[in-house]
């Protein structure tokens, strides 16, 4: 399934059970989880049936009939088994009065009649949580909540055969899309449960995991480690072989949406939540000093931290940060900065979000990002602009710290402003564009002396454009996208009037086609421009190699903005004086009219009587 089949998919899903949800009595809180629930129970079955397939192709026969799969043949292939009551062809396929139809289960070894669908559902999520470990007391049970006519109509939604491509991860990227779609409107700790997918994928890429202990104690819907594990998986490798995923989560909810959307896209992690998982008065999973990898977007700027608690939870190589009256730490930036530091071990790299206000805050976190810059382990600072939450408008950072530096780079940090790249959503949302991702990444590898994979990133471009100059290619794009305009208002006022849709549909197609294309040309030439076949320079306003003695200089300022300056206003070749007059003297002609039109209708007024 193709790219822009799948975004299809997703939006016709979603605007189906959204449609459900309005029609019913229900709130978006109540609807996630359990909607959730069945895309994981919608995935858990299509592995079944693909793993069952694989397993009796050599099954063996005994007097004339095959054996029977069992729980331990889905074990060895790292996949669920399902009872039949769990199988999600079963749910879709119970009869419409449930009660009248007189169908039980055993429970606790008494024999239990069903007297819902939402009975039924929730009697296969028990079924599967006894089949995994890491599912138990994961799986949502509350579809006694939904009325039957409602949630037989969201089995039947799910059972599109279209969700069957497993190998595609189909399913996996529309639990992601249901993620984002459920963000803005369910409020679990602030809504903070959902990074944005352009913001986990620039973390991903700059730190390039390959293998070891990956570690996010802020975990939230866990993001960090499905981006991680496809990148990992994208480079031929079995992300569960080669990686090790722990997770906190204080908020148990949103644990549960972790553990979920792991399950998914098929990996297995330990994520501890609740009170144990508080991460200011616990290493949960006792890491200190031993991942090779920290990613997270931790909450900003927390308050009514207990000094004395966390500063015995240790964790803080440079101690507390500014400690208030109460003895309260009162903005907890530099206790997760911190944090994150501490849980590298010699080689370990760390990529993260944070308020933009903590790359120039002062007082003790001013000389704890000091001695964190003189570590030598500050990496790489992107500032990211407004609208790339879905809750909250307000600018970020991106940071990275890398304990494996070349001695070469070990006094000099990358700084990239990013506030004025981007893809605009919709009003408020913002993103990077595959494109504009790689674009950034590249900066990065030229930064790391990397070269091969700038080269490469050229190539993929030339294999989608074609050879030639990228600015040639671009207006030869415009002009194609000019031309077919004026084919299809042509065509559309020739063809007959029960024709024209057909035709303008037709057109627009075309037309998307070649403006995603033209779309890729810009930040191919957005790029070459900056940086040629493969050389690293600073660019105003974008980028900037700065040394140690640059930042101290500064004030041990991180914020980009402060060292890659303003980029230079291009000259559209408009002369100003001449155009202001110009524009004076149209503004006097309009107000002649006004005045003359004016005095045209106070004479009709005044002819008629008025």
Known sequence: MDNKSIKKLEADLWESADLLRAGSKLTSQQYCMPVLGLLFLRYAYSRFKKVEAEILKDRPVRNGRVMPVEAQDFAEKSALFLPEQAQYSYLVNLPENIPASHITYEKDGAVVQMNSLGEAVNHAMELVEAQSEQLTGVLPKEYTIFSDDLLAELLRIFNNNALDDVGGDVIGRIYEYFLSKFAPVVASDDGVFFTPKSLVKMIVNILEPTSGTLADIA????????????????????????????????????????????????????????????????DAHNLAGCCDYVMANPPFNVDKVKAKAASDAGRLPFGLPGVNKANEVGNANYLWISYFYAYLNEHGRAGFVMASSATDSQGRDKDIREQLIKTGHVDVMISVGNNFFYTKSLPCSLWFFDKGKPVELQDKVLFIDA??????????????????????????????????????????????????????????????????????????????????????????????????????????????????????????????????????????????????GVAPIEDDGVDFHERMAEIHEELLRLQDESNQLMASISQNIKEMGI
Not at 234 to 258: H, P, R, W
Request: hydrophobic fraction near 35%.
């Open 219 to 282: 975990c939230g819907s866990g993001g960090m480690f499905v981006q991680s594990g496809d990148f990992v998986n994208s480079k031929g490798m079995s992300a569960n072989k080669a990686m090790t995923f722990y997770g906190q989560e204080k908020v148990e909810y949103n644990a549960q949406l972790c553990l979920m959307n792991m399950a998914v896209h098929g990996l297995t992690g330990v994520i501890k939540s609740g009170d144990e998982a508080n991460t200011f008065y616990n």
């Open 419 to 564: 506030r004025s790249y981007f893809t605009v959503v919709d009003r408020t949302l913002n993103e990077w564009s595959e494109w504009q991702l790689k674009n950034l990444n590249a900066i990065v590898w030229l930064y790391r002396g990397e070269t091969e994979k700038y080269t490469h990133l050229l190539e993929e471009y030339h294999s989608i454009l074609g050879d030639g100059e990228y600015a040639e290619i671009l207006a030869a794009q415009e002009n194609r996208i000019a031309v077919l305009r004026e084919e299809a208002r042509a065509a559309i006022a020739d063809a007959a009037k029960k024709e024209k849709k057909k035709v303008q549909v037709e057109y627009d197609d075309k037309i998307t086609e070649l403006e995603e294309t033209l779309q890729i040309a810009k930040e191919a030439v957005w790029l070459y421009e900056k940086f040629g076949d493969g050389e690293y320079q600073d660019i105003p306003g974008l980028c900037k190699i700065a040394d140690r003695t640059e930042i101290e200089d500064k004030g041990w300022s991180l914020t980009p903005g402060a060292y890659v």
